[in-house]
């Protein structure tokens, strides 16, 4: 699985009808799509398909045609972000009527193209898994834990402050666990 972690945008022109393609993280997309409807007031649609991890790693998935006919935007957008696995992203599809009718397969393609254009132009982060991990540790090993930390590659921790030791909290792979 994969993800991103800013905006891509992209513009496809198929048969003078204009698709701008916006590639976003799920933390973004909310604010996106509500400038973007701002941006554009005369778009004829503002198609979406997202994917997220929840807190139970289960993928959940949600696409709108947005008066597009029924299953020819939403849908073929949605099923590229599958094909690609990524997770935690968006896309969002700004439709500008170009006069010539594409059809509902030609649609279907269409919003598509659009998604892979922008994907072939993002960098693309493969996901790990985070666990959290805890430990104590006396006051004389900070230093020691810090370039250990910093070592492996681990920089999500955090520390409390005893009368005798510390305690520490790290969120990180399971390898970067083991190799602490």
Request: aromatic fraction near 10%; glycine fraction near 8%; charge should be neutral.
């Amino acid at each position: 699985m994969k993800y991103i972690d800013k905006v891509y945008t992209n513009t496809t022109e198929v048969n003078k009808s204009k698709f701008i393609a916006y590639l976003v993280p799920i933390g973004e997309f909310l604010d996106l799509q509500k400038s973007l409807k701002k941006e554009h007031p005369k778009a004829n649609h503002i198609v979406y398909a997202i994917r997220e991890l929840n807190e139970y790693e289960q993928i959940v998935e949600n696409s709108s045609d947005d008066g597009e006919p029924k299953g020819c935007a939403g849908v073929p957008s949605l099923n590229v972000l599958r094909g690609d696995e990524l997770i935690n992203t968006g896309v969002l599809i700004v439709r500008y009527f170009g006069g010539i009718k594409l059809g509902t397969g030609g649609m279907a393609r269409a919003y598509a193209l659009s998604v892979k254009n922008v994907i072939s132009n993002a960098e693309l982060i493969e996901y790990e898994k985070l666990e959290s991990y805890s430990f104590e540790s006396s006051y004389n090993d900070i230093n020691k834990i810090l370039y250990k930390l910093k070592s492996i590659g681990i920089e999500d921790f955090s520390r409390e402050f005893g009368t005798y030791n510390v305690k520490w909290h790290i969120k990180a792979t399971k390898d970067k666990i083991e190799k602490l």
